[in-house]
């Protein structure tokens, strides 16, 4: 298990906060509400759901949404992300959501939680490898 470098308390919140925007979700097509919770480096919390569309490619996940409501509040640094989903074992973010999370925060904390007991904690460059990356640009 990597180390938290925050609170208990701090977690049980950003939990929270990411079960209560998954009642947010607008997911009628694939039934499957997600909800995400972002902890900046100034310990203001972003919170995200699916919002689903349609024509289904214009989908977009909690985790991104959490992401782009931190960058329109001008915060830019992810410490946490934490994503629940109302499932019996916990879900890990997806490709697309990884990308957009390693711009923010390559060193960024996962913790997946659900309705079950199993936890996932991973550190992004874990999901993630050999990212490419702002640095890549340089
Ligand atoms: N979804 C997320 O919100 N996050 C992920 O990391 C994986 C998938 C959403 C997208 C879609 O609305 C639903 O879950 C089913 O794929």
């Not at 470098?5 to 950003?14: N, P, Q």
């Not at 349609?54 to 934490?82: D, P, W």
């Not at 074992?89 to 959501?97: E, F, I, M, N, Y």
């Amino acid at each position: 298990m990597p180390v938290t470098d925050f609170s208990a308390a701090t977690l049980d919140e950003l939990i929270a906060r990411a079960k209560a925007a998954s009642k947010n979700t607008y997911s009628p097509y694939s039934q499957f509400p997600v909800g995400a919770a972002i902890l900046t480096d100034t310990a203001d919390i972003f919170a995200g759901c699916n919002v689903e569309n349609a024509s289904y490619g214009l989908t977009i996940c909690a985790e991104r949404n959490a992401v782009f409501q931190m960058v329109a509040q001008g915060k830019k640094t992810i410490k946490a992300v934490v994503i629940y989903t109302p499932t019996p074992t916990p879900s890990a973010p997806c490709g697309a959501c990884r990308q957009v999370i390693n711009e923010f925060g390559p060193e960024v904390l996962i913790v997946s939680v659900c309705d079950g007991p199993d936890v996932l904690k991973k550190r992004l460059a874990e999901l993630l490898p050999d990212a490419f990356g702002p640095g890549n640009l340089t």
